[in-house]
């Protein structure tokens, strides 16, 4: 039998581990409402490449050494986060980044890396299979590189082909629009090769130096909804549902309470808790001493950058909260009522079952039943 069977059958075998792990992580985030949700870490803040949008990177720090960053994971593990990101600088520049991402595994929190994928070889997929790694994102700004940004599909393109023929784990690629994108219809030709690749695609709009998004001109916006409408319509998708951009890219402000700090943290390479990438400096404490009344706290603080705020890891976390707290109106807000009718129709089944059983948080009689069944089947305590 060829390679390629097994290669099918084994990303077969981990997607649906996956999905299993994804409804463990959602049920247990509707379950407690100060657990960290996600965390986005640094392993080294030097970068490859410099674009000329980007506040993040230096070309100077060395990796953060494997026994600190060990730390900071089982400190994270310890406050119950569900989900750990690496980010950068470029992430694979850090030599051990395998060695994190399996003890991230070993407490089986779900792990992702963002990365430019200049670095990845055939030796580092095989590696990260290994690993266990979870999820992969690059993002693309252009077709060929320009003064402003080398993540090019033509630079990149034979890497995507490794990723096609290698990964276990699962691809996103995302196109970039924005006013740093010279050529916004490069959006596009990205958009049909992710297709024909079979990798997931998203689109995603640049935010200036405090995370605020400028909204988009409206030609960049004609092939933001091309992009949008073309893609696999799948419910487990969130930017399919994604309110908060489509707000955005038209000029529109959003109404949420961003729980950075508190359900999302961002943690830099000298182990200091911020909000995000784009608010560093606050709270700014130690993760080595961040407690439950810190998540607690922050996750109550009002925010005066969440109206045009554009991190959209951040927008997902505040979803699984709405729908929490407010189950009725976050349901008609991502599955809008057609004209004529008071309520959403045609649910999707899993989102049914998956409010019926979750929500409310204190259920009584069959659903506490049916409830404490599911939290056991998937292992939440
Ligand atoms: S609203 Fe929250 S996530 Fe957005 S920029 Fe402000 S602190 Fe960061």
Known sequence: MSGTFFLRLKRKARAINRRHREARMVAAALKSPYRPILAQIIPVRRCNLSCAYCNEYDKTSEPVPVEEMARRIDRLAELGTLAITFSGGEPLLHPELETLVERIRRYNIIATLITNGYLLTAERIKRLNRAGLDYLQISIDNV?????????????DQKLRLLAERAEFDVTINSVLGSSIRQPEDALTIARRVRELGFKGTV???????????????PQRRIYDEILNSRRKSFFSFDYYNQFQKNLVRGLPNQWHCRAGGRYLYICEDGLVHYCSQQRGHPAIPLASYAREDLERES?????????????CVHQVAALDDLRENPR?????????????????????????L???????????????????????????
């Open 329 to 353: 109106e976050a349901l008609s807000r991502f599955f809008p009522a057609q004209e004529g009718q008071i309520a959403p129709a045609n649910l999707p089944r899993p989102i049914r079952l």
């Open 204 to 218: 995603g709009v640049l935010h200036d130096h405090s995370g605020q998004l400028q909204p988009l001109k409206p």
């Open 300 to 312: 109550k603080a009002v925010k005066s950058c969440a109206p045009y705020c554009s991190i959209s």
């Open 144 to 156: 060929t590189p320009d003064d402003v940004s080398k993540k090019s599909l033509k630079v990149l």
């Open 355 to 381: 409010t019926w059983f979750f929500l409310p948080s204190k259920p009584h009689g069959k659903r506490r039943v049916f409830q404490n069944a599911a939290l056991r089947i998937l292992g939440v305590k």
